[in-house]
């Protein structure tokens, strides 16, 4: 069976430029359609980029007051245990003294009771100063325990509340 061509040359022209109208027609609308998700696609990526990198710049500026805050820590240890070494060693040399003239006046005691006495009364006077300086040490241990953890519990709280934002969003 054959099929018929039509040969004349102004309707084969007319239908070449249709088809040729056609096929623009469907490239350009195929170009807008690539170029719209193109443009979405930059601008997507480019939008994760961004929150990357303030993300990033978050994790940074949150590591930087975690090593000033640490640094502010073992700054107020180191001044808090020198404080407390010095006032040990002033304790030391004050008791020493105090034990040098108990045990002068022990020796030079003229009676067993008189030697008696002043012991009771020595080992009476150093056991209340001894509870006395262990209060005071107590005291001063944990006045530098608050003063140590008091950067690193502020960076906590500042943690807690950027957890809290970020999954209350």
Known sequence: MATAFDTNPEKIADSMKSGVAQLTTA???AMTSGKAAME???AKSKEAVENSMKSLDEMTEMARGNVEALLAAARAATAGIESIAAHVGEVSKKNFETTSVAVKAI??????????????????????ASVAEMSKLTEMMMKLAGEVFEPVQNR???ATDKIKTTFNK
């Open 27 to 29: 490239a350009e609308s």
């Open 156 to 158: 906590v709280a500042i």
């Open 40 to 42: 979405q696609i930059t």
């Open 107 to 128: 020796t030079a005691a003229k009676t067993p009771n008189e030697m008696l006495q002043l012991q009771g009364e020595f080992a009476k006077a150093q056991f209340d």
